[in-house]
């Protein structure tokens, strides 16, 4: 079983950049794919990015692509998830997940069986 720790979230002016960092303990992310997930309240979990930790490949949002950047630090055995150019509608409970999703649910909540508490992100002037 995996454990999740989300760390890295805060206040950033529009613009700005945070880092966000998923860590794994209690068992590696071996085969798994990793993922990011956002929610404000009232809404749905929202697919942010994911990658497969062993085999490769990435994932994103369309209303993140080309700002955020999803990767992982084996070092640390941890998946970060490096944000710029952050806009007020990022504003979110930020969630890690893992799970062993096939290509066409790497974007589905139900497709992950493990999940972080979540770090919350708030993007204001």
């Known amino acids: 079983q995996v454990q999740l720790t989300e760390s890295g979230g805060g206040l950033v002016q529009p613009g700005g950049s945070l880092r966000l960092s998923c860590a794994a303990s209690?068992?590696?992310?071996?085969?798994?794919?990793v993922a990011w997930f956002r929610q404000t309240p009232g809404k749905e979990r929202e697919f942010v990015a994911s990658l497969r930790w062993s085999a490769g490949g990435t994932w994103y949002a369309d209303s993140v692509k080309g700002r955020f950047s999803i990767s992982r630090d084996r070092a640390i055995s941890a998946v970060i998830l490096q944000m710029n150019g952050l806009k007020p509608e990022d504003t979110a409970v930020y969630y890690c997940?893992?799970?062993?999703?096939?290509?066409?649910?790497?974007?589905?909540?139900?497709?992950?069986?493990?999940w972080g508490q979540g770090t919350q992100v708030t993007v204001s002037s």
């Open positions: 209690g068992s590696s992310f071996g085969d798994y794919a």
């Open positions: 997940a893992a799970g062993r999703p096939i290509v066409s649910t790497m974007r589905t909540t139900g497709a992950y069986y493990y």
